[in-house]
């Protein structure tokens, strides 16, 4: 885990987390303010 601040802490991905990163990653709003940094996962990413 990387402390960032107080309040923000970045861990590494755990796999339970792959669904909820599989929806986030291909919502159309959040690809729409990714558009040059993402091409959405896939289920094999």
């Given amino acids: 885990m990387l402390k ?3 309040q ?3 861990r590494r ?3 339970s987390d792959s ?3 599989h929806q986030y990653r291909n919502d ?3 690809a ?3 558009t040059q ?3 959405g996962y896939s289920r094999n990413d």
């Fill in 37 to 39: 940094f993402s091409k």
């Fill in 32 to 34: 729409a303010a990714l």
């Fill in 19 to 21: 669904e909820a990163m």
């Fill in 4 to 6: 960032i601040t107080e």
């Fill in 28 to 30: 159309p709003e959040i």
């Fill in 13 to 15: 991905p755990e796999p």
């Fill in 8 to 10: 923000i802490y970045l």
